[in-house]
């Protein structure tokens, strides 16, 4: 059964810091990993999508890793904001109609 | 802008009330997903579609059906209202193509109490 864990379930970082957020999956058979955040009350926000064959996602100041053989993937944040600060989840497809498992995400705060 | 719209933002309901989420897409895509979030427990997969009038089980299906007349719409239905199904619930839409999906798009998830 795929489990997905993200670590740490918390941070705090000032404003400015580079920070990397983890995620790990059990079963390597994925087609693709997703990235999201999430804002207190509110619905999912895409952020990047890694296709299996894939091995990085840039959008802006954001970079996510897929590493399928170990089973890892990374979001690197660079020079974060106070506006990051949210909730960010991970999430693997586990079939061709894309139904996600999702990690339980990192609560990110961004302090000024 | 693509959008998943989900009718209502709060509802309130009583134990054993018949209880209807809807959720609209304007953006053609095939599949359609209903998720529960709870504290501590993440999001959870209850229902999906992937075709009109096709539906499959997620990992929660108990208390909970569905139903897709339309391509653009997927409804969640409680068929007996209970508070453990008090919850944020989260509807999402996502396209499919060659070598896989091609990402999600959210609604902006009903908050539904039962009391």
């Known amino acids: 059964k795929q489990e997905v864990t993200q670590i740490p379930a918390a941070l705090s970082v000032p404003e400015g810091e580079n920070l990397v957020l983890n995620c790990s999956f059990t079963d390597s058979a994925i087609y693709n990993l997703q990235w999201f955040r999430q804002d207190p009350g509110k619905g999912l926000t895409s952020l990047l999508l890694?296709?299996?064959?894939?091995r990085e996602q840039t959008s802006g100041r954001l970079n996510a890793s897929l590493d399928k053989s170990s089973g890892r993937s990374t979001l690197y944040i660079a020079a974060s904001q106070p506006g990051d600060s949210a909730t960010y989840l991970c999430a693997v497809s586990r079939g061709s109609q894309g139904n996600l498992i999702f990690g339980k995400g990192t609560k990110l705060s961004v302090k000024p | 802008d693509v959008k998943v719209t989900q009718s209502s933002r709060y509802l309130v309901k009583r134990t054993g009330e018949k209880v209807f989420l809807e959720c609209v897409q304007d953006?053609?895509?095939?599949?359609m997903f209903w998720y529960r979030q709870d504290p501590g427990l993440g999001l959870r997969l209850i229902y999906f579609s992937y075709d009109v009038k096709m539906k499959e089980k997620g990992d929660i299906p108990e208390g909970y059906s569905v139903s897709r007349e339309k391509k653009e719409r997927f409804s969640l239905i409680l068929e007996s209202a209970s508070t453990n199904q008090t919850s944020m619930y989260l509807c999402a839409s996502s396209s499919h193509g060659v070598g896989g999906n091609y990402g999600y798009t959210f609604g902006s998830g009903t908050r539904l109490t039962v009391v």
């Open positions: 953006m053609d895509h095939e599949n």
């Open positions: 890694i296709q299996s064959s894939q």
